[in-house]
């Protein structure tokens, strides 16, 4: 199957992607885990997603799952910290 990541800050909205996405793959295998630890986390989740379920994983960053997400589900960063370009 596949490992989706959910990439964003920990939100209410990220965790309502989380539990939604996890809804819509209902009918077959599917884990769903919040902030994984390490790369050997995500790497065991990529192993789990390959033999066959679909995993449901979520980051707030989008470095940590990239070398082993199948997808990922970019949400925005709020406020003026993550938006401030200088202006």
């Given at each position: 199957?596949?490992?989706?990541?959910?990439?964003?800050?920990?939100?209410?909205?990220?965790?309502?992607?989380?539990?939604?996405?996890?809804?819509?793959?209902?009918?077959?295998?599917?884990?769903?885990?919040?902030?994984?630890?390490?790369?050997?986390?995500?790497?065991?989740?990529?192993?789990?997603a390959d033999a066959g379920t679909t995993v449901i994983a979520a980051?707030?960053?989008?470095?940590?799952?990239?070398?082993?997400?199948?997808?990922?589900?970019?949400?925005?960063?709020?406020?003026?910290?993550?938006?401030?370009?200088?202006?």
């Amino acid at each position: 199957m596949e490992l989706i990541a959910v990439v964003g800050p920990d939100s209410a909205e990220r965790a309502e992607l989380l539990l939604g996405l996890g809804r819509a793959w209902a009918a077959g295998p599917a884990v769903l885990m919040d902030t994984p630890g390490g790369h050997a986390a995500w790497a065991e989740l990529r192993r789990v997603a390959d033999a066959g379920t679909t995993v449901i994983a979520a980051c707030e960053r989008a470095e940590d799952a990239g070398p082993y997400a199948h997808r990922m589900v970019l949400l925005p960063h709020r406020g003026a910290a993550a938006c401030d370009f200088g202006h």
